[in-house]
């Protein structure tokens, strides 16, 4: 977990709407991390309203990104070899 960022954000960027965001790579987290996360997260919000987050929360916005590298050899068995080999 050394070096692992995490960026939370609780605040309203439009005064008029409720914000929260949360950016962390969950592979780079572990399961470690993400345990002292998720603790951090219920001394910094509380408890209930981590539970109320976590079951009510609206996502409006969700960035994915896939770490392939970890994905295995034939994950695509259908994908060309390399991008050369269309020359």
Do not use: C
Request: glycine share 6%.
């Amino acid at each position: 977990m050394k070096g692992t960022k995490v960026k939370l954000s609780l605040y309203p960027i439009n005064k008029q709407h409720r914000f929260g965001r949360i950016e962390f790579n969950p592979n780079k987290l572990g399961k470690v991390g993400k345990a002292i996360l998720r603790r951090m997260l219920i001394e910094l919000l509380d408890r209930d309203t981590v539970l109320k987050l976590y079951f009510n929360a609206v996502v409006t916005l969700l960035h994915l990104t896939l770490d392939t590298t970890n994905l295995g050899r034939n994950i695509y068995p259908n994908a060309r070899q390399s991008w050369n080999d269309e020359r």
